[in-house]
């Protein structure tokens, strides 16, 4: 309410200041120093202005010192795409080039039939065909005339005897498989089979697609089933 009674006086002041300008002579001298109560206007301002003015400035004073139209504060930076507490987007990490592995071909269980009669071949003697077709190795020497001393060679037919009792001289397995095989200097797919003691030489030609009058090769893998 003091506001209130102040403004309305400041402002009858005002007009009563702009009436005694208007009919002031131009050649009237100006008041002692320290005679006048308030400031004459000075220029060509006009007193309306000047009101509108002195109004505008005790608002801002009441108000904190702000005056309309445009506002402070700070200008928050500009955060971007990302969201706060997101970890930004990794780049996906080449893909490693698979190794050059064999293609073992797809083959059904299959049970190889033991034969009746045998003929070794380059690196095959006759414990590998007891490992291999599951036989007492005694019996299959027995059956051919030969003992654990006896020199026996590739191009030999030998008998394999039905019924003559399961492998017995230990494990048939001599190396861990299903493997992969790094063929050496003079292996056969006989000898390979020897050295894994179990698997059929028909098992690792049928896994591998050998067929017909094929040779292997220094270095080639081989899928040992």
Same mark, same amino acid.
């Given at each position: 309410?003091? /506001?209130?009674?102040f403004l309305?006086?400041?402002?009858?002041?005002?007009i009563?200041?702009?009436? &005694?300008a208007c009919?002031?002579?131009?050649?009237?001298?100006?008041? %002692?120093?320290?005679?006048?109560?308030?400031?004459?206007l000075?220029?060509?301002?006009?007193?309306?202005?000047?009101?509108?003015?002195?109004?505008?400035?005790?608002?801002a &004073?009441?108000?904190?010192?702000? +005056?309309?139209?445009?506002?402070?504060?700070? !200008?928050?930076?500009?955060?971007?795409?990302?969201?706060e507490?997101?970890?930004? +987007?990794?780049?996906?990490?080449?893909? #490693?080039?698979?190794?050059?592995?064999? %293609? $073992?071909?797809?083959?059904?269980?299959?049970? =190889?039939?033991?034969?009746?009669? =045998?003929?070794?071949?380059?690196?095959?003697?006759?414990?590998?065909?007891a490992?291999?077709?599951?036989?007492?190795?005694? $019996?299959?020497?027995?059956?051919?005339?030969?003992? !654990?001393?006896?020199? !026996?060679?590739?191009?030999?037919?030998?008998?394999?005897?039905?019924? &003559?009792? #399961?492998? /017995?001289?230990?494990?048939? *397995?001599?190396?861990?498989?299903?493997?992969?095989?790094?063929?050496?200097?003079?292996?056969?797919?006989?000898?390979?089979?020897?050295?894994?003691?179990?698997?059929?030489?028909? *098992?690792?030609?049928?896994? /591998?697609?050998?067929?017909? $009058?094929? +040779?292997?090769?220094?270095?080639?893998?081989?899928?040992?089933?």
């Amino acid at each position: 309410m003091k /506001n209130k009674y102040f403004l309305v006086f400041v402002v009858i002041i005002l007009i009563a200041l702009s009436l &005694a300008a208007c009919e002031r002579s131009a050649s009237t001298p100006p008041p %002692e120093e320290g005679g006048a109560a308030f400031p004459t206007l000075e220029g060509t301002q006009n007193p309306i202005d000047e009101l509108n003015e002195f109004v505008t400035q005790t608002a801002a &004073a009441e108000s904190g010192g702000e +005056t309309g139209g445009e506002t402070g504060g700070e !200008t928050q930076p500009d955060s971007g795409d990302q969201t706060e507490g997101q970890e930004p +987007t990794k780049e996906p990490e080449p893909t #490693k080039a698979p190794e050059n592995k064999p %293609e $073992a071909t797809a083959v059904p269980e299959k049970e =190889y039939k033991v034969p009746n009669t =045998y003929t070794l071949q380059k690196g095959e003697f006759p414990f590998c065909l007891a490992r291999r077709f599951n036989i007492a190795p005694s $019996a299959l020497l027995s059956a051919n005339g030969l003992t !654990t001393s006896s020199v !026996t060679y590739a191009g030999q037919t030998l008998k394999i005897p039905k019924d &003559a009792g #399961k492998y /017995n001289a230990g494990d048939r *397995a001599l190396k861990a498989h299903p493997a992969e095989y790094t063929v050496q200097a003079g292996d056969t797919v006989f000898s390979i089979a020897c050295l894994y003691g179990d698997v059929d030489p028909r *098992a690792i030609e049928d896994h /591998n697609g050998l067929s017909g $009058a094929y +040779t292997i090769k220094v270095g080639q893998v081989l899928v040992i089933p």
